[in-house]
């Protein structure tokens, strides 16, 4: 058994004149929304091995802010900022393959990947039949997707979606 935790970073600013989109930093709300996500991680229990999060700031600072107590390995991914839902699976199938003893990773991430990836990999390719997901990944969302394989072999279709967490409905 495997457990994939698909994070979309929180509510970011918009981005000043000259501003790289990379650098775009959380807004007070999505800082909030970062941190009542975190207690809700640690209420639940929930807690993955591996930490995979894009570089840019607002997915780095979502992460702080949510604040996973460790021991858990953080790497940052460059394909999690830049690349699409193809490359995400990839990114956990490869930790899978790094971190064999594992049996759960986190994405933080960014939409529309976030949102295509947890689709593809719970309920082969259908919308799972929350509501909230189902009207879309807002932003701090978190989706809980359950494997009975290894995280190296996690093919769409073939995932549970066993939680789904959106801080906004929380404040």
Same mark, same amino acid.
């Given at each position: &058994?495997? @457990?994939?935790?698909?994070?979309?970073? *929180?509510?970011?600013?918009?981005?000043?004149? #000259?501003?790289?989109?990379?650098?775009?930093?959380?807004?007070? %709300?999505?800082?909030?929304?970062? $941190?009542?996500? #975190?207690?809700?991680?640690?209420?639940? #229990? &929930? $807690? =993955?091995?591996?930490?995979?999060?894009?570089? *840019?700031?607002?997915?780095?600072?979502?992460?702080?802010?949510? %604040?996973? @107590? =460790?021991?858990?390995?953080?790497?940052?991914?460059? $394909?999690?900022?830049?690349?699409? =839902?193809?490359?995400?699976?990839?990114?956990?199938?490869?930790?899978?393959?790094?971190?064999?003893?594992?049996?759960?990773?986190?994405?933080?991430?960014?939409?529309? &990947?976030?949102?295509?990836?947890? !689709?593809?990999?719970?309920?082969?390719? $259908?919308?799972?039949?929350?509501? !909230?997901?189902?009207?879309?990944?807002?932003?701090?969302?978190?989706?809980?997707?359950?494997?009975?394989? =290894?995280?190296?072999?996690?093919?769409? #279709?073939?995932? !549970?979606? @066993?939680?789904?967490?959106?801080?906004?409905?929380?404040?």
């Amino acid at each position: &058994m495997s @457990q994939v935790y698909l994070l979309r970073h *929180a509510k970011a600013v918009w981005p000043s004149p #000259g501003q790289k989109d990379f650098d775009r930093t959380l807004d007070t %709300d999505g800082i909030e929304a970062a $941190k009542v996500l #975190g207690e809700e991680l640690r209420r639940s #229990g &929930m $807690k =993955p091995e591996i930490v995979l999060c894009s570089p *840019a700031i607002r997915a780095r600072q979502t992460l702080e802010y949510v %604040d996973i @107590q =460790p021991p858990f390995i953080v790497e940052e991914s460059e $394909k999690l900022y830049s690349a699409g =839902p193809d490359a995400y699976l990839m990114a956990i199938r490869m930790a899978g393959l790094e971190h064999e003893a594992a049996n759960s990773v986190m994405l933080v991430g960014h939409n529309p &990947m976030m949102e295509e990836l947890a !689709t593809a990999l719970a309920g082969r390719g $259908k919308p799972p039949s929350h509501p !909230t997901f189902v009207s879309g990944f807002p932003t701090a969302a978190l989706a809980v997707i359950q494997f009975d394989s =290894p995280l190296a072999e996690i093919r769409p #279709g073939t995932g !549970t979606l @066993q939680a789904f967490f959106s801080p906004s409905t929380h404040l």
